[in-house]
T-cell receptor, first 114, second 111 residues
Framework: AQSVTQPDIHITVSEGASLELRCNYSYGATPYLFWYVQSPGQGLQLLLKYFSGDTLVQGIKGFEAEFKRSQSSFNLRKPSVHWSDAAEYFCAVGTTSGTYKYIFGTGTGLKVLA | DSGVTQTPKHLITATGQRVTLRCSPRSGDLSVYWYQQSLDQGLQFLIQYYNGEERAKGNILERFSAQQFPDLHSELNLSSLELGDSALYFC??????????FGNGTRLTVT
């Protein structure tokens, strides 16, 4: 069965430090991959997406993610975190066969220390 | 702004009652998804509609139902409400295999 795992429930980083949020997926074919960000009381905003092609994708707000097929991973990175990046981050897989579905991870909460 | 509109933003009601949540998808999007987000369950897929037809069901209770109208807006009906139904309910829309675009949600509080 398809699944998405975000192993870190919470992460705390200092402002200006680099960030990597982990995401592993289980899916038999090449999936569509997404990262979303959710600020408190808000909906989920799309940060970036991978459909095909270049495995390093750039997103909004200075985020990037790299698709590694051999590791079934799609980790999110940012070179220098800003206090405004504090939020909940969700990795999602879009299945590409049968009924189109989106499977979300349980999220990683990011706290940024001033 | 995602282009997906959800109303109302907040809803407070008593156990046993029935409520209707409304969603207007982005212009041009034919598919609507409903999700429930609670602290202990994360983001749970409830149901998907495509151009007025139900396409997929997730963890949707029998007390809950949804529909998508000819103008593509969708409604999620929750009945016989229980305290445990208190959550954020999100609607998201998409066109074929593009990413989901989420509304800002309806926060339901059952007292």
């Amino acid at each position: 069965a398809q699944s998405v795992t975000q192993p870190d429930i919470h992460i705390t980083v200092s402002e200006g430090a680099s960030l990597e949020l982990r995401c592993n997926y289980s899916y038999g074919a090449t999936p569509y991959l997404f990262w979303y960000v959710q600020s408190p009381g808000q909906g989920l905003q799309l940060l970036l997406k991978y459909f095909s092609g270049d495995t390093l994708v750039q997103g909004i707000k200075g985020f990037e993610a790299e698709f590694k097929r051999s590791q079934s991973s799609f980790n999110l990175r940012k070179p220098s975190v800003h206090w405004s990046d504090a939020a909940e981050y969700f990795c999602a897989v879009g299945t590409t066969s049968g009924t189109y579905k989106y499977i979300f991870g349980t999220g990683t909460g990011l706290k940024v220390l001033a | 702004d995602s282009g997906v509109t959800q109303t109302p933003k907040h809803l407070i009601t008593a156990t046993g009652q029935r409520v209707t949540l409304r969603c207007s998808p982005r212009s041009g999007d034919l598919s609507v998804y409903w999700y429930q987000q609670s602290l202990d369950q994360g983001l749970q897929f409830l149901i998907q509609y495509y151009n007025g037809e139900e396409r997929a069901k997730g963890n949707i209770l029998e007390r809950f139902s949804a529909q998508q109208f000819p103008d593509l807006h969708s409604e999620l009906n929750l009945s016989s409400l229980e305290l445990g139904d208190s959550a954020l309910y999100f609607c998201a829309s998409t066109n074929s295999d593009s990413p989901l675009h989420f509304g800002n949600g309806t926060r339901l509080t059952v007292t």
